[in-house]
């Protein structure tokens, strides 16, 4: 997850984009009368957002079955964005008993789980009909379950007066190490007394390790930047970790409504919305006492990027244990298309 999103696909075909919500129910896979070339249909949709050109792109092929996993890292490259998924459709029971398989790619590796590539794909799959999906009474509701590397992720989704909202449950979270508040500081070219001093820098995960780390002051967030020698100085010492798993956070978002104002800077760019960060933050407010077991609590992230999101987060507690952590919002189609291989 090492490269900033691009706001468009460069060379694939598009289409205008339609009137109505995910008018995209066509097929998948089509192949030209010659039968040399091969044709994939896919949807860019913005995650985390319900204002087109805000939130988070994704670009998710809605058949990948016909791909080879070359072709797929080379379709994520193509793209450009942070990640492009890959359905691979199956047989009707098979995707009740196991759910939707997907899989995620950033241009450079798969990966096992990813918070936006998630409910972006969800949001694809229930306008799609595919996958499995249940209702419940009253206003329409429904639950498409992911099968992706890290396990079964299933996604509910509701509408609300912003459009449908999306909301993904995330496998239970694994507490990690905590970090010394001045070898933090030392990476941010920070004083320590800049990060909270009563909540620790820890790594959390919910599929993919983030270090969480609270920053006092929202100037100060605001003005962050990366010392990369310094931070791969550090990140050498430690196992696993690179710049993009950083998550910064501070509750002085000079507004109620927000509960916290978060940023994810790589050494060559920055995130708009990081889903699976956003539930590990989700678990560790919960632990510390930073929000009430099951509060909804809004994380706004991407502003500096000029990519507003906004990710809604829950997290259940039972005893000393946190669970049941949940990352939600809304997604909003912008282009559709075919990528000719």
């Not at 998948?28 to 995650?47: K, L, Y």
């Not at 957002?49 to 079955?65: E, H, I, M």
């Not at 990081?274 to 560790?284: L, V």
Request: proline share 6%.
């Amino acid at each position: 997850m090492n490269r900033t999103r691009r706001g468009f696909l460069k060379t694939l075909a598009v289409s205008s984009v339609a009137p109505a919500f995910f008018n995209c129910a066509k097929a998948s896979t089509t192949s030209t009368p010659a039968g040399n070339e091969r044709r994939f249909h896919f949807v860019q949709i913005d995650v985390f957002t319900s204002q087109r050109l805000q939130g988070n792109p994704l670009s998710v092929f809605t058949d990948a079955r016909a791909l080879s996993d070359s072709e797929m890292q080379q379709l994520a490259r193509e793209t450009n964005l942070q990640e492009t998924t890959f359905v691979l459709p199956s047989q009707t029971a098979i995707e009740e008993r196991e759910g939707v398989r997907v899989r995620i790619f950033t241009p450079d590796e798969e990966i096992p789980f990813g918070g936006h590539p998630t409910l972006g794909t969800a949001t694809v799959l229930r306008a799609l009909r595919l996958g499995s999906v249940t209702r419940t009474e009253g206003a329409l509701s429904s639950v498409v379950v992911l099968n992706l590397k890290v396990g079964k992720v299933p996604v509910s989704f509701r509408d609300d007066p912003d459009g449908l909202f999306g909301e993904m449950q995330q496998v239970p979270p694994v507490f990690g190490r905590v970090h010394e508040r001045s070898a933090v500081a030392s990476i941010l070219g920070l004083d320590a007394d800049e990060i909270e001093s009563d909540l620790p820098i820890q790594t959390v995960s919910t599929g993919l390790p983030f270090v969480i780390v609270p920053i006092k002051r929202l100037s100060v967030l605001q003005r962050l930047h990366l010392a990369p020698p310094k931070a791969y100085e550090y990140l050498n010492r430690q196992e696993g970790l690179k710049l993009e798993d950083f998550y910064y956070v501070t509750r002085d978002t000079g507004d109620p409504k927000i509960g916290l104002r978060a940023r994810a800077i790589y050494d060559v760019g920055e995130d708009p919305a990081t889903g699976s960060a956003a539930g590990c933050t989700s678990a560790w407010m919960v632990k510390y006492g930073v929000a009430q077991p099951d509060e909804t609590v809004l994380i706004l992230q991407g502003v500096e990027a000029k990519r507003p999101s906004k990710l809604f987060v829950r997290s259940s507690k039972t005893g000393i244990g946190v669970s049941n952590v949940r990352v939600g919002g809304h997604a909003v189609q912008i282009m559709e298309g075919e990528a000719s291989l």
